[in-house]
């Protein structure tokens, strides 16, 4: 290998090995930042409000009353990361319903989850350290429209 050789492989060397370096350094911050989303989710979080575009406008769904009762629950058990979904339904809102523990994946700002033998994905948005939302499309009022669910930390 002669001189000239090495002053031109040098530099693609060098290249290859900076890139390698930048590469483990996104992950670690995407890691970081993962965990950063689990540790915000952890908890009991209470459904308070449901919001709708109508056109231009954008206007609150009224809850019924059992609606209100409504609780997600976020827990970690060895490294993995569990919802249950509490729902009351009946006269007085006296019949509790649980999902169970649901194992469930965060990535970006999706919860991606599988129930009732349907593959989920929900979009979240951070709101605030104590509220987040949901974002979907579904049909409400006869309508196909972009639904905002609301829920506070407990």
Same mark, same amino acid.
């Given at each position: 290998? $002669?001189?000239?050789?090495?002053? *031109? *492989? &040098?530099?693609?060397?060098?290249?290859?090995?900076?890139?390698?370096? @930048?590469?483990?350094?996104?992950?670690?911050? +995407?890691?970081?930042e993962?965990?950063?989303?689990?540790?915000y &989710?952890?908890g +009991?979080?209470?459904?308070?409000? %449901?919001?709708?575009?109508?056109?231009?406008? %954008?206007?609150?769904?009224?809850?019924?009353?059992?609606?209100?009762?409504?609780?997600?629950?976020?827990? %970690?058990?060895? @490294?993995? *990361?569990?919802?249950? %979904? +509490?729902?009351?339904?009946?006269?007085?809102?006296?019949?509790?319903?649980?999902s169970?523990?649901?194992?469930?994946?965060? @990535?970006?700002?999706?919860?991606?989850?599988?129930?009732?033998? *349907?593959?989920?994905?929900?979009? &979240?948005?951070?709101? =605030?350290k $104590?509220?987040? =939302?949901? +974002?979907?499309?579904?049909?409400?009022?006869?309508k196909?429209?972009?639904?905002?669910?609301?829920?506070?930390? @407990?």
């Amino acid at each position: 290998m $002669n001189m000239k050789n090495c002053i *031109l *492989l &040098f530099p693609c060397l060098l290249i290859i090995n900076c890139n390698s370096q @930048q590469k483990i350094g996104v992950v670690a911050k +995407n890691n970081a930042e993962s965990q950063n989303v689990i540790e915000y &989710f952890l908890g +009991n979080w209470k459904f308070v409000e %449901k919001r709708y575009i109508d056109g231009d406008e %954008k206007k609150i769904y009224p809850l019924q009353e059992c609606m209100k009762k409504y609780i997600w629950q976020f827990q %970690k058990e060895n @490294q993995q *990361l569990f919802l249950t %979904k +509490n729902y009351f339904t009946g006269k007085n809102c006296s019949v509790k319903s649980s999902s169970g523990k649901i194992t469930i994946s965060i @990535q970006g700002s999706s919860i991606f989850y599988t129930e009732a033998d *349907l593959k989920r994905k929900e979009n &979240f948005t951070k709101i =605030s350290k $104590n509220s987040f =939302s949901f +974002n979907y499309r579904d049909i409400l009022n006869g309508k196909v429209r972009q639904i905002e669910d609301i829920y506070e930390r @407990q």
